[in-house]
């Protein structure tokens, strides 16, 4: 425990230093004179302000600002700091989170295989249609403004590789283009399906590093003979034989390239198949034509590919450690619920993503705090798995007494032991029998 106490208490004397960040508001032009609302006040103001910020008036924070620092403000002075410049700095500050190393969620022993495993997926909301001019939406009905915000994580350290907050109609495939030099040596990458080009399958095996992600089933794929894969032989096998799943050396085309992979299949339920099939007919008769039986066979599987080296990973250790990225859904929902992330009201566009962008310094913050309180448990013991709705919900409840701890040095020590012994005992997340938290398919299955 007092190893992370310390780190702890390093970080945030780092990360809140009044001088520091009053420099950083500085070199942005957010502080150019002598000001009651400096930089360090101002992210104060901006972090522990009502999460709700549709309920949350000019008023509300004037009064928060008058409530800890006793000196008045009006709120027509905090519109006026809401500019270009406080965007900047705010934006500087998330940076500056990004660029901090984590403390490890798991043992070098323990994830020895790769440097880092990391996450990725975005997550979309509506916003008011005065702020289309910077967030564009798809242009469907009812979406003229939309947001996105890129998210990748490192399961092993437990930070924030990437956050990117960017126009809606800016999509995944354009932000997997754009981040292919950011792919580094010795990493697993696992992404949803929109992030997967033969680009970044082929990118990642140059930097000798690993992927699971399902398949693109416009891919053309051959078996290790170079002909094309009968999905419908595939499909009609599993189904006489009553196998789960299959897994097939498969080359994938990219152009004149062939790309070996390992291919696994496994059949969804009937549910499921009849789903994607009504949706495909739907498709397909908005447009003219009829589904092709290879494609019928297709949507009756699960696909999922990987360079992973047989004797790392079986079929179903892949299976299982492709469910990781299930774990970004559940961060999405946390921010959604407990953050109010998607509720906007139309204020200044310049408010609006300082806001914003607090809200996600404020959950580096907290996800910093989870990750090493998973790694808290004892040697020999079973990986603490924390709820993220759980813990977010109480780091809320606390928000008050972080306020205290972090920005006036009150019993910063004590409040932090209270909450690794609170989220350990209240914080705790209900596995399902027979299945395995994130933890334990890292633990057993990739080390």
Known sequence: MDKYLDKFKSFFEDSFDTDSLNKLARSHQFVQRKSVLDGKRFLELLLFSERD?????????????????????????????????????????????????????????????????????STRFKLPKRFRE???????????????????????????ADLNITPANRNDQKDSKESLDRIEPNCLYIRDLAYVSQEYIDRIGQNHSYYVNRLNTRWTVLDSEKKPLDFVKIEKKLSKNGFRWIEI??????????????????????????????????????????????????????????NLPKGWANAEQVRKTYSLRWQIELIFKTW???????RVKPVRIQRFKCQLIAKMIWIMINRRFLAAIEDLSEKGEKPIKLSE????????????????AVFYSENLETWLVNLFETAKKKCRAETKKGKNNHLEILNFFLA
């Open 336 to 342: 959604k619920s407990q953050m109010k992330l998607n």
């Open 389 to 404: 709705w759980k813990f977010f919900k109480t780091v809320m409840r606390l928000s008050n007494e972080m306020r205290k």
């Open 53 to 121: 910020t549709k309920l949350q008036s000019l008023e509300d924070i004037a009064l928060d600002f008058s409530q800890y620092y006793g000196t008045h403000i009006s709120k027509q002075a905090i519109q006026e700091r809401f500019n270009d410049s406080a965007v900047r700095f705010i934006s500087a500050v998330l940076q500056d989170q990004l660029g901090k190393k984590a403390t490890a969620v798991l043992t070098a022993e323990n994830a020895y295989r790769f440097d880092k495993i990391l996450i990725k997926d």
């Open 249 to 306: 050396d498969v080359l994938i085309e990219k152009g004149k390239k062939l790309l070996p992979s390992r291919l696994i299949l496994e059949k969804v339920s009937e549910q499921t198949y009849r789903e994607r099939i009504r949706k495909a007919e739907r498709a397909a008769k908005s447009k003219g034509y009829s589904l092709s039986d290879d494609y019928r066979a297709k949507t009756r599987l699960n696909m999922i590919i990987t």
């Open 134 to 160: 910077d967030f564009k939406g798809h242009g469907g009905f009812g979406v003229d403004s939309q947001i996105s915000i890129q998210f990748e994580y490192d399961l092993i350290a437990g930070g924030v």
